[in-house]
């Protein structure tokens, strides 16, 4: 028995598969015989033998697969032609199908819009508490995120110049910041330093639809720059696990691509409670003078010569509000139509779809909640896409629960919500063995993680006039386990450092916010990993290519020390690991050039070489200068900042670049 083609066959539906393979499908030559899963071919050869295919299906991840075996030991005349004929025929019989939202009519509730494509969806957002408003919240998240991508090119106005408003009029702040998760956090260290700041949300202040995960030493930046206490941060800790893990799907992998299991206990392991960071946020705001805004959408933005005026909207009394202000903070995330409009609709390459639940009730013989799952995966490639697991235990007994893939941004296949929703609720069980009626919903998690292709700092536009982004909004490299969170928290000190700077001087052109961005050379060389975990729009690749990869660099990862594991997850790699560990995985696996040539294309991948030749340029500059230039740079302020605050500027965020760009945070 040999195995001679495993395809996937992108629908749920099995039944149709297996009515079109045993009644409408028509092999070219041979005896097609019904088996219980498919059906067997059998042809005599010109030798006089009998040869004999089986062709039989399964399903999984909401998904069907399909192999064919060679059932003889004879080989079957013709056996190329048919194993050609038939993956034709079945592309054409069940292509790739992008859905888009069903529409919402007038008096109708997202549970009756969406019942009838999404049951599971439907039934199990009624178990959460807010389960309409949460449901609500994806569909304007999605509308959202398909609209920005449709038309690219034409992304929907929202800054506006007037150069008619001249002189400085009555400013009410000096930072307006539009978004309310990672903006409490920034708002909150600037309002410290003395800032007179706004921040306006769209939803409730204080409620999060994602949970953050973050290790000890990432979050001792924020302790060490004074935004909080050691106790603060004991506070928000719901749970920290023992051991995380990293597992990615291999029984169809060749065996040099199998993989042990990658543990990596100081990746993300300890729990946020984000409501209480929240509220601890919330307070410092109140006690430095700082305005919350909340329930309020923003509308558009128009800058002045002194000045930027808001305009914005309160959901609940549907009055406009108008905030003037020296600076506004873009930190709405993959939502915001600001960094669409700076970037001419290219504002993010890739995205993470990301959906999940904080849930009880999972057997503690299925899993200990004192470990987690960084990655995972329990299948192959499942209709486009290479699903991932990430699991964190929560408070007492809860555990989170996330499901994403990693996404090309393609204008007919956004990415959908929806669609990764009705995929958890059916596949969960598959993944920890559970009774669904029995578990207790606590919370929806979800929302879309940006990934942007950095040639170097420059080839993003972070920054206007009087507007600079942060988090996912400025999206300056593509994630592998670190979101907007992650950059934010390891580069608040120095975002904010410039930050003051700026404003101190009133520094605030395109040219001057542009020095305060979050950029690092060695996470934008990695985005070729990001790449192999993404199935183009349209490819069929073979279902195992994705897992194949990432056992590649996970198993290699796995044979070392775990100091090394444990900087490559957290994006502190250096050039001497990147290439070594590069040149491992090239020999273990020759074909991964070829396969990321493939999903990836020439056109990245010289994109990608310009990248690396950024990478190495820093990590030159690093090796020279970073032990000594960067305490001497400062030394320099004293007399600089006074005399040219603008040379200053521009030297400080080199200081800093030199060592934050290769992850060294000093």
């Not at 050609?84 to 549970?111: C, G, L």
């Not at 002045?304 to 873009?330: C, P, Q």
Request: charged share 20%; with cysteine.
């Amino acid at each position: 028995m040999q195995q001679l083609l495993y395809i996937e066959i992108p629908t749920p539906q099995i039944e149709a598969v297996k009515t079109w393979l045993q009644s409408e499908y028509q092999p070219p030559f041979g005896k097609k015989s019904i088996a219980t899963h498919g059906f067997t071919l059998d042809r005599q050869n010109s030798s006089g033998a009998i040869a004999q295919l089986s062709v039989f299906i399964w399903t999984l991840q909401r998904t069907t697969y399909l192999k064919i075996f060679r059932w003889s030991e004879e080989v079957m005349d013709g056996e190329q032609e048919f194993l050609e004929h038939f993956t034709k025929a079945v592309r054409q019989a069940f292509p790739y199908e992008f859905k888009q939202p069903p529409a919402i009519a007038t008096n109708q509730s997202i549970f009756e819009a969406l019942e009838a494509e999404y049951p599971l969806t439907v039934k199990f957002f009624q178990k959460f508490p807010n389960g309409e408003y949460d449901l609500n919240r994806v569909y304007w998240w999605e509308k959202r995120w398909r609209e920005s991508v449709k038309n690219p090119e034409t992304p929907k106005q929202v800054i506006f110049e007037d150069s008619s408003i001249m002189g400085q009029p009555q400013l009410d702040y000096d930072i307006v910041y539009l978004g309310g998760a990672l903006g409490a956090i920034h708002a909150a260290m600037m309002a410290k330093l003395g800032y007179r700041v706004c921040l306006v949300e769209r939803i409730p202040f204080g409620r999060m639809n994602r949970e953050w995960n973050i290790s000890r030493a990432e979050f001792q930046n924020l302790i060490d720059f004074g935004l909080f206490t050691k106790e603060e941060f004991e506070e928000m800790i719901t749970a920290e696990y023992v051991d995380g893990f990293n597992k990615f799907f291999d029984s169809n992998n060749p065996p040099h691509l199998k993989a042990k299991v990658l543990h990596t206990p100081t990746v993300l392991n300890i729990a946020i409670d984000t409501n209480r960071l929240l509220e601890i946020c919330s307070k410092k705001l109140h006690q430095y003078g700082a305005v919350i805004c909340d329930r309020t959408e923003f509308q558009k933005v128009v800058i002045g010569e002194n000045s930027a005026t808001i305009f914005a909207k309160n959901l609940e009394t549907d009055v406009e509000v108008i905030l003037n202000s020296r600076l506004v903070i873009d930190a709405m995330g993959s939502a915001s139509a600001i960094a669409q409009q700076l970037n001419a609709g290219h504002a993010f390459d890739s995205v993470c779809p990301t959906v999940g639940a904080v849930l009880e009730g999972i057997d503690k013989q299925v899993w200990d909640s004192q470990y987690g799952d960084v990655l995972f995966s329990h299948g192959d490639i499942s209709r486009g896409r290479q699903l991932i697991w990430e699991l964190f235990p929560a408070e007492k007994d809860e555990l989170t629960i996330y499901l994403f893939h990693y996404h090309q941004v393609h204008p007919e296949n956004a990415g959908s919500l929806l669609e990764m929703y009705e995929d958890f609720f059916t596949i969960l069980p598959e993944y920890r063995r559970c009774d669904m009626e029995k578990l207790t919903w606590k919370k929806a998690t979800f929302g879309y993680i940006t990934g942007h292709y950095s040639l170097n700092e420059d080839s993003k536009k972070c920054a206007f006039d009087r507007i600079l982004a942060i988090g996912d909004a400025a999206s300056l490299q593509s994630p592998l386990v670190f979101t907007g969170f992650g950059s934010l928290v390891r580069n608040l000190p120095r975002l904010a450092t410039l930050l003051d700077t700026a404003l101190k001087h009133d520094l605030l052109k395109a040219d001057d916010l542009s020095q305060i961005n979050a950029y690092q050379s060695n996470i934008a060389v990695t985005w070729l990993f990001s790449k192999g975990m993404m199935v183009p729009t349209g490819m069929h690749l073979p279902p195992e290519r994705v897992n194949s990869m990432l056992n590649t660099f996970f198993g290699l990862l796995a044979d070392e020390p775990q100091p090394i594991s444990d900087r490559f997850i957290k994006d502190r790699l250096g050039w001497l690991m990147f290439n070594r560990l590069a040149l491992i995985a090239a020999f273990k696996n020759p074909k991964l050039i070829l396969w990321i040539l493939q999903m990836a294309g020439l056109k990245d991948l010289l994109k990608w070489l310009s990248s690396y030749g950024a990478f190495t340029r820093s990590s030159l500059t690093n090796a020279l200068l970073g032990g000594w230039l960067p305490p001497i740079l400062r030394s320099c302020q004293t007399w600089l900042e006074p005399t040219n605050p603008r040379l200053w500027l521009r030297l400080l965020s080199w200081s800093y670049a030199i060592n934050y760009s290769v992850g060294k945070n000093k």
